[in-house]
């Protein structure tokens, strides 16, 4: 009797295939992007509108935020830094109730928290910006490696 494989691994040319692929070369990224950025390598100038249901035909819900992510690792777009909140300026106690020991301890911890979401959003602007970098580089070298090859086989008469 013959058997019917069951094998669950996914070919290369199928979405779940695909979808492993971009996993691997773009980790923790959403799926909701990484189909982004699949769209977007056939072209670039394809917008939400254009591919959103054949992403439902997959399970995969899109938004705008997705699309962006998907164009900043490309390369194609920027990310525009945060607007900078000024850290709240204090006062003189001009009567009792303002110099109590919580309310100097709300207007210190404002300080704090502030600070500390501005270093952490220019650290993540930073990475971002670096891994956009590399896979614009990366991008640039997969097409010059393919020209490459396309002329080698024009030479050899492939």
């Known amino acids: 009797m013959t058997e019917l494989s069951t094998d669950s691994t996914a070919t290369a ?55 962006h992510s998907a164009k900043v690792l490309m390369g194609l777009a920027t990310v525009k830094p945060r607007a900078k909140r000024e850290a709240p300026t204090e006062q003189p106690a001009s009567d009792a109730t303002n110099n109590t020991p919580v309310a100097r301890t709300r207007r210190l911890r404002a300080g704090v928290d502030t600070a500390d979401n501005s270093i952490e959003s220019k650290v993540l602007d930073a990475v971002r910006q670096i891994q956009s970098a590399a896979t614009a580089e990366t991008d640039d070298l997969r097409k010059a490696v393919r020209k490459a090859i396309a002329i080698l086989q024009r030479a050899v008469g492939d």
């Open 13 to 67: 040319d199928s979405w779940d295939g695909i979808l492993a692929n971009l996993r691997s070369r773009y980790p923790g990224q959403k799926d909701s992007v990484l189909f982004c950025l699949f769209k977007l390598q056939g072209n670039p100038e394809l917008g939400l509108r254009d591919f959103r249901e054949e992403a439902a035909l997959h399970g995969i819900p899109m938004a705008g935020r997705a699309l």
